[in-house]
């Protein structure tokens, strides 16, 4: 049995955060390209768990069999690891502003 994946099972939101850097015209090459396992790119995933919003994980991260029997729900991209991070803080701010609160699993998927 193989430890890695050769594709990707992935879901990505309809409303997908990503920097500047990834233009909206790269963004569904990206995503082929992630969901064949390729790139280095950070996602930003719903997390599973009650008390997290979200886990930041590399494209080749996926490909582990860990995965395998989980779809996870991808509602940001980045390119690396502080990007993914600014991304959390702008929808952090967002979620602020059009809430009042913090719950920001309930505010990316209410979008």
Sequence with gaps: MKLFKDSIDIEFASSLFYPD??????LSKIKDKIRKGKGSYK??????????NFEIVSVSNLKSRIWEEKIPV??????????AFELVAEIAKECQKARGDLNLKEYVCSL
Excluded: C, H, N, Y
């Excluded at 850097?21 to 790269?26: Q, R, W, Y």
């Excluded at 509602?75 to 990007?83: F, M, N, P, T, Y």
């Design 43 to 52: 996602l930003i995933l719903l997390s599973e768990k009650e008390d997290e």
């Design 21 to 26: 850097s990834i233009s909206e015209k790269k």
């Design 74 to 83: 991808a509602i940001g991209i980045a390119g690396d690891e502080d990007e």
